[in-house]
């Protein structure tokens, strides 16, 4: 194994997501100013990125830019430099709607460059759609975290950018345990970081984020093997099979131990965006 020691280890939070609701989890922050405060612990726990959706009124995904744009005021007031990551995935809408919040020029949005199954459906992403919002993005100065449901989509993304549709080194993230998707294979992952490696470099930072029990397996494979970890309640909302997570900020708290295990400190929100070549805020 790669020696991780003293590399700096990004922890991104997903704090809302589309699905998961108050029933599943009390904690699940819903309205704006629920999740300003939710991301605000996570970020004091260590977290330097947000990953962002947005719900209406009645607790359903939207992609209503105005709520968007609350949101991200919010954080940039009460967690200042933290990297905020709008999300354009497709249970908050269709078609551009998707990327309706990319005008705010967010640091980052999550970018899924191909289609695959999701639990009781097709998550659709057409061709045409993910040139659309790849062109928003470089319009917009956005920068791309291309979510990997599969293998195709880290391929996918070295031919966006041989064509220049991404700018600089793409930041992947490798999604597994979502089911009828890729499950949580440890040959495959080993694979994923050998393909980013091989196509982008082996200086190229990725991420990888486990769905429901398989978070804290992936965030130990990520971790101890070099890359940045995804947390958070979107992805699972329980600690084990017995305990509830009471926060976001204590989901955090469980990538902060494994980076003290294998001895990689925590990325600061200057040193993220160092890593991922992004500006430091004006007010900085």
Known sequence: MTDVKGKP?????AITGSLPTKENNPAVPITVSEQIESTHEAFEAGASIAHCHVRD?????????????RLKEG???????????????GRSGAGKARGGMLPL???????????NNFPTRVYENPPDLVDWLAAEMLQYGVKPEIEAFDLSHILKAHDMQKKGQLVGTPYVQFVMGVKNAMPADRDVFDYYIRTVERLFGKEAPWCAAGIGPNQIVLNDWAVS????????????VRLDRDRLAPSNAALVAR???????????????????QILGLSLPKAA
């Not at 954080?75 to 995935?89: A, D, F, N, R």
């Not at 093997?225 to 699972?236: K, P, V």
Request: charge should be negative.
């Open 255 to 273: 990538v902060v131990k494994l980076c003290q295990k294998y001895e990689r400190p925590v990325a600061d929100w200057r040193q993220a965006r």
């Open 225 to 236: 093997s070099g890359g940045h970890a995804r947390t958070g309640l979107e992805d699972n």
């Open 75 to 89: 954080l940039e007031t009460h967690c200042p430099g933290m990297i905020v990551q709008l999300s354009t995935g």
């Open 57 to 69: 009124d009645d607790g359903k995904p939207t992609s209503e830019p105005e709520r968007f744009a």
């Open 105 to 115: 020029r967010p640091d980052m949005a999550s970018l899924s460059v191909g289609s």
């Open 9 to 13: 280890c990004i922890i991104c939070v």
